[in-house]
């Protein structure tokens, strides 16, 4: 399974962006980029997902580099609830159905007042 | 409309038992995949199921195992308890064919082996 690459950490300030990077160098041309996040005492949580294009929804952003060997979620204004594990995922796809999704460590993220 | 439903919340068992989890999906998706989380660690894949049948698997040994049931649902069997199988166990519900759909995850359930 391809690998993806993310800080152990960062630190955002409350109300203000935050981009959160993510490297997947040996990502193959099928390969969808998703991201989680999992809260205290919680299960992960679906974030966003694409494969070549920048994707928006109500949560996030996606910006997905050209060569699409890295991407950054992107959060508009962080929150306290934001404060989180953030996983980036390379989800395969075989013809149709679906590869799993095969978790690293992820990016924790730490909010401030 | 429900998400994915895990009971029980948390279970205390002893080394050597053997011990099931149980998972209702989100309604309308048709597949169901179980992960376990150690503590600090992200959740490490177990095994997936469609149709009644296991689809794909991770590297766990066979005293997982797991079943389907007709209505979507289902179960986590771990026999021959050991105290590092204590973990959160996860249980996430998808569509097989839904390449343009997330995973829905449960909130859990907490297995601790003494």
């Known amino acids: 399974d391809a690998k993806t690459t993310q800080p152990n950490s960062m630190e955002s300030n409350e109300e203000e962006p935050v981009h959160l990077p993510c490297n997947h160098s040996?990502?193959?041309?099928?390969?969808?980029i998703h991201w989680y996040r999992q809260l205290p005492s919680q299960g992960p949580e679906y974030v966003i997902h694409g494969l070549t294009s920048n994707v928006n929804n109500r949560m996030a952003s996606l910006a997905i580099a050209e060569d699409r060997k890295s991407s950054t979620l992107i959060l508009h204004r962080a929150t306290l609830r934001d404060a989180a594990v953030y996983y980036c995922?390379?989800?395969?796809?075989?013809?149709?159905?679906?590869?799993?999704?095969?978790f690293g460590k992820g990016t924790k993220l730490s909010v401030k007042p | 409309d429900a998400g994915v439903t895990q009971s029980p919340t948390h279970l205390i068992k002893t080394r050597g038992q053997q011990v099931t989890l149980r998972c209702s999906p989100k309604s309308g998706h048709d597949t169901v995949s179980w992960y376990q989380q150690a503590l600090g660690q992200g959740p490490q894949f177990i095994f997936q199921y469609y149709e009644e049948e296991e689809r794909q698997r991770g590297n766990f040994p066979d005293r997982f195992s797991g079943h389907q049931f007709p209505n979507y649902s289902s179960e986590l069997n771990v026999n021959a308890l050991l105290l590092g199988d204590s973990a959160l166990y996860l249980c996430?519900?998808?569509?097989?064919?839904?390449?343009?759909?997330?995973?829905?995850f449960g909130s859990g359930t907490r297995l601790t082996v003494v």
């Open positions: 996430a519900s998808s569509f097989y064919r839904g390449i343009g759909y997330g995973y829905t």
């Open positions: 040996t990502i193959s041309g099928t390969d969808y």
């Open positions: 995922i390379l989800r395969a796809n075989y013809g149709g159905s679906q590869g799993n999704l095969i």
